[in-house]
T-cell receptor, first 109, second 113 residues
Framework: RKEVEQDPGPFNVPEGATVAFNCTYS??????FFWYRQDCRKEPKLLMS???SGNEDGRFTAQLNRASQYISLLIRDSKLSDSATYLC??????????FGAGTRLFVKA | EAQVTQNPRYLITVTGKKLTVTCSQNMNHEYMSWYRQDPGLGLRQIYY???????DKGDVPEGYKVSRKEKRNFPLILESPSPNQTSLYFC????????????FGEGSRLTVL
């Protein structure tokens, strides 16, 4: 079993749609959680950190469920520019950072 | 401008010909790491370094070497490249153990024939 698992998609949604991605992790001792965005053939960039209480940044909402060991990302009012691969990232204590394989999103006009 | 710089960005080489991919960061970060990205597998860590002269294996270190003689540089060395090392490589840096965000270089696409 992979340490961090994501649905690879692709998710094909129309502009304006709401889309949600989930991610599960296997190490219950994991401490920090993030969503990164990666455009085609580009480097990953931090989208947002994920906090236990849940957090929102504009159209993006991230939530963490420690009991069930999953993380979610909700994108509201999807834009064409949201088309990318979204990487779930889990950091255990110390320096170990595990990346999910990513979920591809295509937003269409 | 704060950045992580990798070179070369693209390289085609042949089996057994030693090569080095350089990585440099200008943010005075302690932590640096190398990843490879393959379709369906995501980013997998090759080696990481917590500080100068401190390096450790990641999940897929076989066939690779690294060094950290200076804080800003963390080169990745392929002593005898093989076709299964054809991949997209990313170097990343982070400020410290408890600092979450990783800053990535633009990537180096390596093809080994």
């Amino acid at each position: 079993r992979k340490e961090v698992e994501q649905d690879p998609g692709p998710f094909n949604v129309p502009e304006g749609a709401t889309v949600a991605f989930n991610c599960t992790y296997s190490n219950s001792a994991s401490q920090s959680f993030f969503w990164y965005r990666q455009d085609c053939r580009k480097e990953p960039k931090l989208l947002m950190s994920v906090y236990s209480s849940g957090n929102e940044d504009g159209r993006f909402t991230a939530q963490l469920n420690r009991a069930s060991q999953y993380i979610s990302l909700l994108i509201r009012d999807s834009k064409l520019s949201d088309s990318a691969t979204y990487l779930c990232v889990v950091k255990s204590g110390g320096f170990k950072t595990i990346f999910g394989a990513g979920t591809r999103l295509f937003v269409k006009a | 401008e704060a950045q992580v710089t990798q070179n070369p960005r693209y390289l085609i080489t042949v089996t057994g010909k030693k090569l080095t991919v350089t990585c440099s960061q200008n943010m005075n970060h302690e932590y640096m790491s190398w990843y490879r990205q393959d379709p369906g597998l995501g980013l997998r860590q090759i080696y990481y370094s917590m500080n100068v002269e401190v390096t450790d294996k990641g999940d897929v270190p076989e066939g690779y070497k690294v060094s950290r003689k200076e804080k800003r540089n963390f080169p990745l060395i392929l002593e005898s490249p093989s076709p299964n090392q054809t991949s997209l490589y990313f170097c990343a840096s982070r400020g410290g153990q408890n600092t979450g965000e990783l800053f990535f270089g633009e990537g180096s696409r390596l093809t080994v024939l």
